[in-house]
């Protein structure tokens, strides 16, 4: 039913979440062996504490910068770069900050990270945005600095700060156009983001592709249930997309 539905759609668009990572090795957040089963996001991931103790802010995410490198884009990825070849994708609105989107083939000015990116550094104070293989050499004293002087940070979105307006705009009105939203890997319990299917036009369908049913299941017209990167390989090769 999926495929015919995605057949009979020229305005699809992807709204992604973790799950639709974790294939490629990169863990979730919540569930048992996520990133926060053994840290406290609050000790590490605020933006207080970058302020406050920036070494250890940075301790925590150094190692976490170079995801889109460490990782290769799996079936799910592919799958939305392939609906992006076959001209049916209006957009990626992704709660991921790995790139992976963009490493699969999905065109960066389609995908709209209303959580950041791991792929840039930013300065609070100016502004100024640096590609994270800058990292090691703004690095000062141990700790990244801008050309200004102040410490940056990842152009993620933390704890305590706002999800960035312009993605979030841009991803809103494209999810206000379309006539398809697929969910993929996605919770659906963190806001505002879990309200964004509710912005849909009246008669867009909404297919679920995740391993666990959401607060959206409901309203969905498909919810494909079980392994994400399988389900969304089984889509490409419907599509006529080989492995």
């Not at 076959?86 to 790139?99: E, F």
């Not at 993605?167 to 879990?194: F, H, K, N, Q, T």
Request: with cysteine; proline share 5%; charged share 20%.
């Amino acid at each position: 039913m999926l495929l015919e539905m995605i057949d009979s759609s020229e305005r699809i668009v992807a709204l992604t979440g973790a799950g639709i990572s974790t294939a490629s090795g990169i863990p979730d957040f919540r569930s048992a062996g996520g990133i926060w089963e053994d840290e406290n996001p609050m000790e590490v991931a605020t933006l207080s504490v970058f302020n406050r103790d920036p070494e250890r802010f940075w301790a925590f995410y150094r190692a976490r910068l170079d995801v889109a490198d460490s990782y290769e884009p799996n079936a799910g990825h592919l799958f939305l770069a392939h609906l992006s070849q076959a001209g049916k994708l209006s957009a990626v609105v992704t709660q991921n900050i790995d790139g992976l989107h963009q490493a699969a083939g999905v065109g960066d000015g389609l995908v709209h990270e209303v959580h950041g990116s791991v792929r840039e550094l930013v300065c609070l104070d100016c502004q100024a945005r640096y590609p994270r293989e800058c990292l090691d050499e703004l690095t000062v004293g141990g700790l990244p600095r801008c050309s200004c002087g102040t410490i940056v940070k990842p152009a993620v979105v933390l704890f305590e700060e706002m999800l960035p307006e312009v993605e979030v705009e841009r991803g809103l009105s494209a999810i206000a156009d379309c006539d398809l939203l697929i969910v993929i890997g996605s919770s659906m319990v963190v806001y505002p983001v879990a309200g964004f299917p509710a912005q849909r036009p009246q008669g867009a369908r909404m297919a679920i592709i995740n391993n666990e049913q959401t607060s959206w299941g409901p309203e969905a017209d498909v919810w494909l249930g079980g392994d994400i990167a399988s389900q969304c390989a089984a889509l490409s090769r419907g599509l006529g997309f080989a492995d």
